[in-house]
């Protein structure tokens, strides 16, 4: 018992240690990959004929590829395992894509099964020397906290395009709730044919805003994305000015969140 035991501690030691390596590899080829896009793929990409919205689309074909790759990546070195229930459902034109963020890498798994995907993006991605040349190659939507960004956001899914929209801004804090801002109830409000949920949950939680890269949890890590049901903009547009009707569809969004995430 005592061998079997000890064995045990080891074999759990030696799985603790390699994922952590693997996720140091993960960040790693993340930034190579995101130079390699830069310098590389995308100017090679740019060079063939087309007008600007093929460009773009192809542009946002190869980011979902590369992170598609990523994505097996981590899970073939065993620092995770996913399940992507009803991702089939996702992209259609005017969809705007609404989920929690758990996670540094929710993003990556969504943009990955999204073969054409607008989204809006953090600032500092612009200044990012990995990632700005992918983000402006794909025209991604900046949250610069501009006026303009609303409406920016609101004129793609006008166009047809699939937007993701991360309504809490940021990252959840490990075991906090997540709070909605109004600004993406608003934004499906003025130009999404349809929203779409998608749950996330990430257990142990890795990744998050409190937590360094090198703070692996001691077991894999499993990520669950779930579509759910979705939500006709129109119904709430119908009911109320544009004010109230923003406010309503936050509620209703956060709500629906709170309950869906519940343990």
């Not at 598609?68 to 894509?97: D, K, T």
């Amino acid at each position: 018992m005592d061998l079997a035991a000890n064995d045990l501690m080891r074999s759990g030691a030696s799985n603790y240690l390699w994922r952590l390596l693997a996720t140091g590899a993960s960040f790693v080829l993340f930034g190579l990959g995101g130079l390699l896009l830069r310098l590389v793929v995308l100017p090679m990409l740019g060079l063939l004929p087309g007008d600007a919205v093929t460009r773009r689309r192809r542009a946002r074909a190869a980011i979902s590829r590369a992170f598609y790759l990523h994505v097996r990546f981590m899970y073939r070195s065993g620092v995770l395992e996913y399940e992507f229930v009803g991702a089939e459902r996702l992209g259609q034109p005017g969809q705007m894509i609404i989920a929690n963020h758990p996670s540094l890498i929710d993003v990556v798994f969504l943009i990955a099964h999204i073969r054409d995907t607008n989204c809006i993006v953090k600032q500092s991605l612009w200044r990012n020397p990995c990632t700005r040349g992918p983000v402006r190659r794909a025209q991604y939507i900046s949250n610069n906290g501009s006026p303009d960004m609303l409406e920016q956001a609101a004129d793609a899914l006008r166009e047809g395009q699939t937007l993701i929209v991360f309504p809490e801004g940021t990252r959840t804090l490990p075991d906090q709730a997540p709070v909605f801002h109004r600004g993406a109830a608003a934004i499906a409000l003025r130009g999404a044919r349809v929203i779409t949920p998608v749950f996330i949950h990430v257990k142990p939680t890795t990744l998050t805003k409190a937590e360094p890269w090198y703070r692996i949890p001691q077991r894999r890590v499993r990520v669950t994305l779930r579509v759910g049901q979705d939500i006709s903009p129109q119904c709430f547009n119908a009911q109320a000015a544009a004010p109230i009707a923003s406010r309503r569809l936050n509620a209703y969004l956060h709500q629906l969140f709170l309950k869906e995430l519940s343990p």
